[in-house]
Each structure stands twice: as structure tokens, then as C-alpha cells.
């Protein structure tokens, strides 16, 4: 006899259920981030090349791939804790609508790096979705006026706000401050975009 499992949809998880889900997810994205530079440093750093470079053609893959990539370990230790924590809350509130998001932010940041950045200058590094997660959180609560999610955002606009708003001046040469821009501003759009929808009658 075949017997049919009741639909569950993320809205009818429990706090717990969320909580594990997005903090399983979050593990494994930063675990795999470490993972990948490790296999750059086997490489030679071979794995840098396929980052962003700028206005090149071939080089349009490296959207999607330059999240994913870092210049050493010092730079991937140094985007670890903001995207565990900040890409832990965005997904609280749902696994694919977080995952929308990250792409949405990914390719419109990435795109517009590719078109920014100084002539043969490569781009990589998680900062960019960093950036972006944290316009995302940042804007939310009001575009969906709900009160804990404008808690949210003032608590995280007040602990990397001053970072977010160094991060995106021109003041260093060796950091993408496009990517950072670029980034708070897809993930900005994001929030208009994907806002999460009200229970009928509520």
C-alpha cells in the first residue's frame, strides 16, 4: 500500500528546523570555501586565473565562480565569520528564497565588476556577497514591515555598518571596492525584489 507524505513547505518548520537547515547550509558554504583554496594552494594558485577579469570575454564565467575563489587564506579567513553569520540569518527565513538571493547579488555584482574593475585586474572573493547579504538584511524588515526583521537590520547595520561604509570608498588599490558597492546595491535590489509574502489573512 503506498501512502502519501503530508506537504511540508518551510513556512511550517519550527525555529529549530530553520535554524538547522540554515546552519547546516552556511557550514558546508564556508567549509567549501576553505576547501577550494586549499586545492588552490596544491595548484599553485592556478585556480586564481579563473576570477574576474575585467571586460575580457572569456572571462564572464569567472561571475559565477569568483564568490567561491580567494587570494590566499588571510582573505578567505577574513570573509568566513561575516558570511557564516550574515548568510545564517538571510536563510533563517527560507532556504531557496536565500538562494535567489545569493544569485540574484552574484551575477548583477559580478557583471558590474566585470564592466568596473581597471583594465586587466582580477576579482575574487566572497566580500562582494558579503556586501550584498548585508544591504539585503539591512532593507528588509522595512520593505516587508515587519518588526523583528527592522530589529535585524538595525542590530547588523550598527555591528558592520562602519565596515560597509569603508568598504565601498576607493581608498585601496588591492581591495574591489566595486565588488563592494556593487554588491551592497544587488543585495538591496534583492530585498525589493524577493520580499517574503504574508499568510492570507494576516
Not at 40 to 63: E, F, Q
Request: aromatic share 10%; proline share 4%; hydrophobic share 55%.
Amino acid at each position: 500500500m503506498a501512502y502519501a507524505r503530508p506537504d511540508t513547505r518551510i513556512d511550517d518548520w519550527s525555529p529549530a528546523d530553520r535554524a538547522k537547515a540554515a546552519g547546516k547550509l552556511m557550514l558546508g558554504w564556508v567549509a567549501l570555501l576553505w576547501l577550494i583554496e586549499v586545492l588552490d594552494l596544491a595548484t599553485g594558485h592556478a585556480l586564481d586565473a579563473y576570477g574576474i577579469v575585467a571586460r575580457d570575454p572569456d572571462s564572464l564565467g569567472g561571475i559565477l565562480a569568483a564568490p567561491f575563489l580567494h587570494f590566499g587564506f588571510g582573505h578567505v579567513a577574513a570573509n568566513s565569520l561575516p558570511l557564516l553569520v550574515l548568510g545564517f540569518v538571510a536563510a533563517l527565513s527560507g532556504i531557496r528564497r536565500f538562494l535567489a538571493v545569493c544569485a540574484v547579488i552574484t551575477v548583477a555584482d559580478g557583471f558590474a565588476v566585470w564592466l568596473t574593475s581597471p583594465s586587466h585586474s582580477i576579482t575574487a572573493g566572497a566580500s562582494g556577497l558579503v556586501f550584498g547579504l548585508f544591504g539585503y538584511l539591512v532593507v528588509r524588515g522595512f520593505v516587508e514591515r515587519r518588526a523583528l526583521g527592522v530589529v535585524v537590520g538595525i542590530v547588523i547595520a550598527a555591528l558592520w555598518g562602519t565596515t560597509a561604509l569603508t568598504g565601498i570608498l576607493p581608498t585601496d588599490s588591492t581591495v574591489s571596492w566595486q565588488g563592494h558597492l556593487f554588491g551592497l546595491l544587488a543585495g538591496v535590489a534583492a530585498a525589493l525584489a524577493f520580499p517574503r509574502r504574508r499568510p492570507a489573512g494576516s
